[in-house]
């Protein structure tokens, strides 16, 4: 894997986004590249065909202390706009056949959040999530409510899966297309 290229891409891409907390596949291969998509589309098969994620019962999630976990979902419940660090980070599970890909793609974020870092440190927060609430307090302010619903067993996880991920279509809705302002937030 060409991390270098992978990186270059990222800075070359990442101003056109007016949000970088949620993303599709479609955006993650536009900000690094195909061979990172593709790398990623093998792990997520690998995943799905062992049961690696779905079945570890949220152990990353919780050591992360992303707001939107709760034993009751079957996944993530952002997963298809889920954040960089999230879709870059893989566990130990992974380290029989994949280990030095997933040892690139935490290269790649690390050089990613470095060249951040020095260029414009503003959009470090966008960057270092989970938890979300640095980033978007006005997002997990809204998604809190539904998440601790499933926690506390008084709403279900499907309903409460289908809330949330209307919510944060909002949110990218909203700020995806926009421009950004110094300090690296979105504005209209």
């Given at each position: 894997m060409d991390k270098g290229k992978a990186i270059g891409t990222f800075l070359a891409h990442v101003d056109r986004h007016g949000q970088l907390l949620l993303l599709t596949d479609?955006?993650?291969?536009?900000?690094?590249?195909?061979?990172?998509?593709?790398?990623?589309?093998?792990?997520?098969?690998?995943?799905?065909?062992?049961?690696?994620?779905?079945?570890?019962?949220?152990?990353c999630c919780r050591d992360i202390g992303c707001e939107l976990y709760a034993p009751g979902f079957d996944r993530c419940p952002i997963y298809q706009v889920r954040p960089i660090v999230c879709r870059l980070h893989f566990c130990h599970r992974f380290d029989g056949a994949y280990k030095s890909m997933v040892i690139e793609l935490r290269d790649i974020f690390l050089?990613?959040?470095?060249?951040?870092?020095?260029?414009?440190?503003?959009?470090l927060k966008w960057l270092d999530v989970p938890p979300l609430a640095g980033a978007a307090p006005e997002l997990v302010g809204g998604l809190s409510v539904w998440v601790e619903g499933v926690r506390k067993g008084t709403l279900e996880p499907g309903q409460a899966v289908g809330l949330i991920r209307r919510q944060a279509e909002e949110y990218r809705n909203r700020y995806s297309h926009i421009g950004r302002s110094d300090d690296g937030t979105a504005s209209p």
């Amino acid at each position: 894997m060409d991390k270098g290229k992978a990186i270059g891409t990222f800075l070359a891409h990442v101003d056109r986004h007016g949000q970088l907390l949620l993303l599709t596949d479609a955006e993650m291969e536009e900000l690094f590249g195909r061979e990172v998509a593709s790398i990623l589309a093998e792990l997520e098969r690998f995943s799905q065909e062992e049961n690696v994620c779905s079945g570890c019962g949220g152990d990353c999630c919780r050591d992360i202390g992303c707001e939107l976990y709760a034993p009751g979902f079957d996944r993530c419940p952002i997963y298809q706009v889920r954040p960089i660090v999230c879709r870059l980070h893989f566990c130990h599970r992974f380290d029989g056949a994949y280990k030095s890909m997933v040892i690139e793609l935490r290269d790649i974020f690390l050089g990613c959040f470095r060249a951040v870092e020095l260029w414009n440190g503003a959009y470090l927060k966008w960057l270092d999530v989970p938890p979300l609430a640095g980033a978007a307090p006005e997002l997990v302010g809204g998604l809190s409510v539904w998440v601790e619903g499933v926690r506390k067993g008084t709403l279900e996880p499907g309903q409460a899966v289908g809330l949330i991920r209307r919510q944060a279509e909002e949110y990218r809705n909203r700020y995806s297309h926009i421009g950004r302002s110094d300090d690296g937030t979105a504005s209209p």
